[in-house]
């Protein structure tokens, strides 16, 4: 089967199984990889050692053991961390030195999807602007690859006991107190990732669909999407818990419902968390992305904090942590990382972190969000259909030329009582909003829906 070239995205591989990415693609992936990250090294492939995990994709065993063996055609010696989740292979790489790590996931896709994440050295990923295209090129290059001699190795590793202790020195496990917490694994690796740590704490657990199962017999491992969250709101209702926490497939993310059943937007983790780590580290520079609420740079600043506006995106976020020293950064999609774990996302930190605030402040999360919800209005994101997007973007900047204009990640506006951000999506024909106004919930609504019409025009 020819590769699809369509599958290389702007941070990971991602494609059908069978119709995009079958055993053979993986194979060439493997191959391309290890030659990219040898390239990025300066050293030959039989010089590399490169991590492996999977998540609980149904394909994921025979796809995993392709991409080992195009790695150790090329040369490299593979640590095979087994079925994990995805930021437990950044823990290899990072805690064993290892020169990048590929992990066999579509993270939140439905069922029929099968991809790769990509890491070099640092567990940092690879990216369109910075690597992905040249594993595409190559495992696009027509014929199989050179094969080394001698083959790499193939080593498996079980590195869950230190993965936990190191998650759980982020916190002060004594400072944690009882509470009822609703748990969605959607059937993805937050279960054996996650569990085995909560375990450990004073918390009553109320866990559903906590077993790994590529089928996702209940739902999509999506929690961003309104209906994946419709099961844990109304759990938490029910049970009357304190908190409930969702998890993507392959764990990395994880999301939040309040008390009252109520979803809890990124930006506001964000900063909550950011809270939480000046705690620890007073004077933190902390990063925040583009789409953030302005409740992220003003708590930051409350707390003592340095607060640094970002580019979306995994590579750019870690890239720019490891420049400024920052302790943490955090994105409105979920994505929150840690300088102090290798700067990579993680979905089983923050769940430490605001369950750490939660007891330390003695309030219900509905009360800490209270004061933010009351002050800052923001859109959530809204997509539109641009084709030409470039077009747009600069009408929008003319249209709004009296306020504070920024071209860091899309189009920025700034005034004193609201803002915007308007950018293009990766990959697909979109220009994505995000608004927030400081004055009402009707003003965000009335600002909204005006740019809403200029885009759409």
């Not at 590529?214 to 709101?233: A, S, W």
Request: aromatic share 8%; hydrophobic share 40%; with cysteine.
């Amino acid at each position: 089967m020819a590769i699809d070239p369509g599958i290389f995205k702007a941070y990971d591989v991602r494609g059908l199984y069978g119709e995009q990415i079958d055993a053979g693609a993986a194979r060439r992936i493997g191959h391309a990889f290890a030659e990219v990250i040898g390239e990025l090294e300066g050293k030959p492939a039989h010089e590399l050692r490169l991590g492996l995990g999977r998540d609980m994709r149904l394909t994921a065993p025979e796809l995993a053991a392709k991409y080992a063996e195009g790695m150790q055609d090329a040369g490299a010696d593979v640590i095979d961390v087994g079925q994990v989740g995805t930021e437990m292979l950044y823990f290899a790489v990072g805690s064993r030195d290892l020169d990048g790590g590929l992990m066999c996931t579509a993270s939140h896709n439905p069922k029929a999807y099968t991809g790769a994440k990509m890491v070099k050295r640092g567990a940092i990923a690879l990216s369109g602007d910075a690597g992905i295209g040249d594993v595409r090129d190559k495992a696009l290059a027509p014929g199989p690859g050179p094969q080394a001699d001698p083959l790499g190795t193939h080593e498996h590793l079980d590195i869950a006991e230190e993965f936990r202790a190191a998650a759980l020195a982020f916190v002060d496990p004594g400072a944690i107190t009882k509470r009822k917490v609703v748990l969605d694994g959607g059937n993805g690796m937050a279960g054996p990732m996650v569990g085995p740590i909560l375990d450990t704490l004073p918390i009553e657990q109320v866990a559903t669909y906590w077993t790994p199962d590529g089928n996702f017999p209940d739902h999509e491992p999506n929690p961003l999407l309104p209906e994946n969250r419709t099961f844990i709101i109304k759990k938490v209702l029910s049970e009357g818990a304190e908190l409930g926490i969702a998890w993507d497939g392959d764990a990395d993310r994880c999301f939040f419902i309040d008390d009252t059943g109520e979803f809890v937007d990124g930006d506001f983790l964000t900063a909550l968390m950011a809270e939480a780590v000046l705690e620890k580290e007073p004077g933190a520079s902390i990063l925040y992305d583009v789409r953030a609420s302005r409740a992220v740079p003003d708590i930051v600043a409350a707390a003592g904090g340095t607060a640094h506006v970002n580019r979306v995106g995994h590579a750019f976020f870690k890239t720019r942590m490891r420049e400024e020293g920052a302790a943490y950064g955090g994105e409105v999609s979920g994505h929150y990382y840690f300088r102090d774990f290798y700067c990579a996302d993680s979905g089983t930190i923050p769940a430490l972190l605001i369950l750490e605030l939660l007891s330390k402040k003695g309030k219900r999360l509905s009360e800490l969000l209270a004061p933010l919800r009351a002050k800052y209005f923001i859109s959530g994101e809204i997509n539109s259909e641009v084709v030409d997007q470039e077009a747009k973007m600069k009408e929008i900047e003319a249209a709004y030329s009296d306020g504070g204009i920024s071209w860091l990640d899309g189009v920025s506006i700034d005034y004193e009582d609201w803002h915007m951000n308007v950018r293009p999506s990766n990959t697909e024909p979109l220009l994505r909003l995000n608004l927030e106004s400081l004055v009402s919930a009707e003003d965000m609504e009335r600002r909204r829906d005006e740019v809403l019409a200029l885009i759409r025009a």
